[in-house]
């Protein structure tokens, strides 16, 4: 141990120079003079995070304690960590912006989120606790043909676990660009050595302290920050609202959302839309297909079903869920008022100019809450969420790099190519080598993705999670008559149909449509500005005065980035399969490609003779409601 | 893994493995469908009952941010429910577990 113990030390010490040493491209959100801060905080938690690991990795001594953390994780513990694993950078900052930009419509989207764990609570996680042992190609490969099943399984896993780690890699290295200013290529190196720390040398043991230590974080600021906006209203429910509608930087993003709609509305008018939907989910079915990904989706993301093969009985997996579900929506609430008190205190004009996505809303708000820019509390605080941001992203890329791993190492190598026939020590090797190689996959893809838009990603994930992994599952779990064939055919066909229809749907840049709408973005801020001028010169009250100023310098300011936006365009006329315009009009597939999906299982199924689904049938059912079988095999 | 002393096909058709197999699927499977129900009435309401949503309850707060909060509260709902039930199915579970060991089936 004490050779691993030196290159722990070695990869914190590398992993902090490249934090540490890296020269600022550029610094938005901490001043110079307060960046010691941030190092400090960094270093305080990379810290943590690395003691947890040198633990770990003294434990981690069998193939199940690499992938399975030794079954020995309890309830509560897997609870946080299901948490952490699932409060990615995407909805810790993506959720808290899209409120503070959009009001209502942002909380609406965050509900889904939640309401997906209801799926996993009551059909995936006990049956799969007790029919699977590391990976979702072992719950199959219990009935249908082991090394036909694995093999696509795997192949979907890694697939899906690709796009979100994309997503993540991209997103963070943006992220820890805006937030500390250092260079994207070397805030993905960093995110990546350490990821690749934690789950080589601590396996799922670091894996799910680093996703705890990081959830109880996460938590512990959004509740500090929830407390301190609260606290400048009086914490009244009713009166906290009437502050919200009453506010005027919401009130001009209002209108400015609404452009000419808004014309004949009351400033209290205007603050009251903010809390009614439609200001940013335009499309109902979308909406619907989204909620649909998510909810079948979530149970069957890899890194998710993964952690119920860490606690002991199914009993500690059903308890796990429920943690899950209270701590995943408390934090949804209190995002309610982190973008809501964004939004009035740093105001939508702030936020969209650090980041057009909205994922500096939290930051920025910490920072304010704090003291402001030039205070060392406010720049603490900013350096603190900036930090929990940052660890967010290392432990989400770590939870999927091990998903995609195991799948790698225990389905394909040991299950296909050695036939089953490993040692223990051999396999966890492979799995350490195959953590290696998806780490650097990582690493390579997040730099090669630089700048490009990797937002839908996480959509995809959730779409081929939904489409292809949880159709297969589902049914294997509850329907006697499935078997490879439909097993094999749903996979493929959820997976192509998912990934087909986005690459044709409006998620692609279609540079003749961007071009298009940004030209009327110019035009209807021009006429703004024009009416804006008309109600300056009419107005005599000072405070109305500084209203109106300030939503000139917003039409401005959308107006300077439409125009950025078109130039960056270039003379570029198609999306990346050639085409002009979208050919399917949702931006999520999952409305037509669940079904399909669950259509080519009992088909695929029906159409095909397999004797060995059918005769382990009754085991299957039987160990899946009862846990025979399986409660004596985790205990060692 | 497989533990080739245990009759599966005598569990499967034991009375008590049945009737927990069907007090389970009745249970879990009415759950999530009131559940996708619910989940999926607020996109649609949202959608094409706007002017229901915008009626002002209490202060600003509107139907719209009730219903979305009492999403919350049922996805808690269910899975305290759950969660309570699920106790009574363990006890069954358990004494179908103690049966297949009095057969000889578990070592």
């Known amino acids: ?49 690395m003691y947890v690991t040198y633990r770990a990795a003294k434990r981690v001594k069998t193939s199940a304690d690499f992938y399975a953390a030794g079954g020995g994780v309890s309830g509560l513990q897997n609870g946080w960590a299901i948490a952490g694993d699932y409060l990615s950078a995407a909805s810790f900052l993506g959720i808290a912006g899209l409120i503070s930009l959009y009001g209502y419509d942002g909380f609406m989207y965050s509900v889904g989120w939640l309401v997906a764990y ?66 994207y290529q070397y805030s993905v190196i960093a995110v990546g050595i350490l990821m690749l720390a934690y789950v080589i040398f601590g396996g799922m043991v670091a894996t799910t302290w680093v996703q705890i230590i990081k959830a109880v974080l996460l938590v512990l600021a959004s509740l500090i920050m929830v407390f301190m906006v609260w606290y400048q209203y009086g914490f009244g429910g009713p ?40 200001l940013y989910l335009k499309s109902p079915i979308d909406q619907i297909s989204l909620g649909m990904a998510l909810v079948l989706g979530t149970a069957g993301m890899p890194h998710i079903l993964m952690r119920f093969f860490t606690v002991p009985t199914a009993q500690a997996a059903r308890t796990s869920v429920i943690w899950a ?127 490009q838009n990797v937002a839908h990603l996480v959509a995809l994930a959730f779409a081929v999670a939904a489409s292809a992994n949880l159709p297969v599952v589902l049914l294997t779990l509850y329907w006697k008559r499935c078997n490879t064939g439909g ?30 709408a940004q030209q009327k973005i110019i035009e209807t801020s021009a006429s703004r500005i024009e009416q804006l001028g008309a109600d300056l010169a009419a107005a005599r009250d000072p405070v109305v005065q500084e209203v109106i100023q300030k939503a000139v310098a917003a039409a401005q300011k959308a ?61 299957l059912y039987v160990r899946s409601n009862t846990g025979i079988g399986r409660a004596k095999a985790a205990a060692h | 893994m497989a533990n080739p002393t245990i009759d599966w096909a005598a569990i499967d058709a034991d009375p008590g493995f049945r009737e927990l197999h069907g007090r389970k699927i009745r249970f879990l499977w009415g759950l999530m469908a009131f559940s996708v129900v619910y989940y999926f009435l607020l996109p649609i309401g949202a959608a094409y009952f706007t002017d229901l949503y915008r009626i002002k309850v209490w202060g600003a707060i509107n139907v719209g941010l009730l219903f979305a909060l009492s999403q919350f509260l049922v996805a808690w709902g269910i899975a305290f429910l759950y969660a309570r039930k699920a106790s009574q199915f363990d006890a069954m579970a358990e004494q179908i577990a103690r049966k297949a060991d009095a057969l000889g089936g578990r070592q």
């Open chain 1, 1 to 49: 141990m004490s050779k691993s113990t030196s290159t722990i030390a070695c990869t914190l010490g590398l992993g902090t120079i490249l934090l540490l040493g890296a020269e600022p491209a550029f610094a938005q959100a901490v001043a110079p003079q307060w960046r010691f801060l941030t190092f400090g905080v960094f270093a305080a938690i990379i810290g943590l995070t």
């Open chain 1, 487 to 516: 097993v094999v055919a749903g996979l493929v066909v959820g997976t192509l149909t998912a990934i087909g229809l986005v690459l044709v749907s409006p998620n692609m840049t279609y540079p003749l449509l961007v071009k298009a």
């Open chain 1, 239 to 278: 009166e906290y609202f009437q502050k919200v509608i009453g506010d005027p930087n919401i009130q001009a993003r209002v209108a400015g959302l609404l452009g000419d709609a808004a014309r004949n509305m009351t400033p209290e008018q205007l603050g009251q839309r903010f809390l009614e939907p439609g």
């Open chain 1, 325 to 451: 579900m209270a701590i995943i929506g408390g934090f949804y609430v209190l995002t309610l008022f982190l973008g809501t008190g964004a939004a009035m205190l740093v105001g939508p004009v702030n936020i969209l100019a650090a980041d057009r996505g909205g994922n500096m809303a939290a930051p920025l708000l910490a920072q304010f809450l704090g003291g402001g820019p030039d205070s060392m509390l406010g720049n603490l605080m900013l350096s603190f969420v900036a930090a929990v941001a940052f660890a967010t992203i290392v432990a989400v890329v770590a939870g999927l790099v091990l998903a995609a791993a195991s799948a790698m190492s225990h389905d394909i190598w040991v299950g296909i190519v050695k036939g089953e026939h490993a040692t223990d020590a051999e396999e966890t090797r492979a799995a350490r080598i195959c953590s290696l190689i998806v780490g650097a996959l990582a690493i390579t893809i997040g730099i090669l993705a630089q700048g």
């Open chain 1, 118 to 183: 209801i799926t996993v609570l009551l059909v995936i996680a006990e049956p799969c606790r007790n029919i699977g042992k590391y990976t979702m190609g072992d719950i199959l490969a219990f009935r249908n043909n082991p090394k036909t099943v694995k093999a696509f399984m795997a192949v979907s896993t890694i697939t899906v676990s690709t796009f979100y780690l994309t997503a993540q890699m991209v997103g963070g290295g943006v992220l820890v660009k805006t937030l500390i200013g250092i260079d």
């Open chain 1, 559 to 619: 107006m300077t980035v439409a125009q950025a936006e078109i130039a960056k365009l270039g003379s570029n006329t198609t999306s990346l399969v050639g085409l002009e315009k979208p050919l399917f009009q949702l931006r999520n597939p999952g409305l037509i490609s669940i079904p399909l999906g669950f259509l080519a299982v009992l088909l695929g199924s029906l159409f095909y003779r397999d004797k060995r689904a059918v005769d382990m049938w009754e085991e």
